[in-house]
T-cell receptor, first 111, second 110 residues
Framework: DGGITQSPKYLFRKEGQNVTLSCEQNLNHDAMYWYRQDPGQGLRLIYYSQIVNDFQKGDIAEGYSVSREKKESFPLTVTSAQKNPTAFYLC??????????FGDGTRLSIL | KQEVTQIPAALSVPEGENLVLNCSFT??????LQWFRQDPGKGLTSLLLIQSSQREQTSGRLNASLDKSSGRSTLYIAASQPGDSATYLC?????????FGRGTSLIVHP
């Protein structure tokens, strides 16, 4: 079955540590997105990519980085510069004119 | 910048009621309007997508309408069931990037 896989489901970060969240899709979608979800805040866009080897900052990109070396993969790194990383992170992909497809999310917490 | 607002923020109803969830957006130049469902601790599941040229879409007990001139979309849930309990989010896509509302948290009690 086609879909989006996010891993890990839960992740813990120590002070000063960078962590990477994985997002893989087999839907052959060009566009991929990373969102952060906090209680009462809705979904906020971190980064998006419309095509391989290209990506753009969203509304809250500071303290995060991404790469898009393959169509299927769009990993998100939460750097030590992100001072409040505790949140639920959602990855999505999309084809033009079609609904977004979401993964099941990664919950990141601080140790 | 597009803003999407959902009212009410929370709703608790007895089983069997017909429901209306509201979504409003500030820029009528939208490409499409999507409704999603999110269960606790899970990702979003697409329910209905309305293209800008369409007025409504239906799937089972769900019906979504779109009125671009007034900047509003509604999601109608007929004969609600406890399994409908979830958060419902709408998102408009004006360019290539969907903008989400904060959602309506729905509880349907037996």
């Amino acid at each position: 079955d086609g879909g989006i896989t996010q891993s890990p489901k839960y992740l813990f970060r120590k002070e000063g540590q960078n962590v990477t969240l994985s997002c893989e899709q087999n839907l052959n979608h060009d566009a991929m997105y990373w969102y952060r979800q906090d209680p009462g805040q809705g979904l906020r866009l971190i980064y998006y990519s419309q095509i391989v080897n290209d990506f753009q900052k969203g509304d809250i990109a500071e303290g995060y980085s991404v790469s898009r070396e393959k169509k299927e993969s769009f990993p998100l790194t939460v750097t030590s510069a992100q001072k409040n990383p505790t949140a639920f992170y959602l990855c999505a992909s999309k084809a033009p004119g079609q609904p977004q497809h979401f993964g099941d999310g990664t919950r990141l917490s601080i140790l | 910048k597009q803003e999407v607002t959902q009212i009410p923020a929370a709703l608790s109803v007895p089983e069997g009621e017909n429901l209306v969830l509201n979504c409003s957006f500030t820029d009528s130049a939208i490409y499409n309007l999507q409704w999603f469902r999110q269960d606790p601790g899970k990702g979003l599941t697409s329910l209905l997508l309305i293209q800008s040229s369409q007025r409504e879409q239906t799937s089972g007990r769900l019906n979504a309408s779109l009125d671009k001139s007034s900047g509003r979309s509604t999601l109608y849930i007929a004969a609600s069931q406890p399994g409908d309990s979830a958060t419902y989010l709408c998102a408009e896509e004006g360019s290539y990037i969907p903008t989400f509302g904060r959602g309506t948290s729905l509880i349907v009690h037996p």
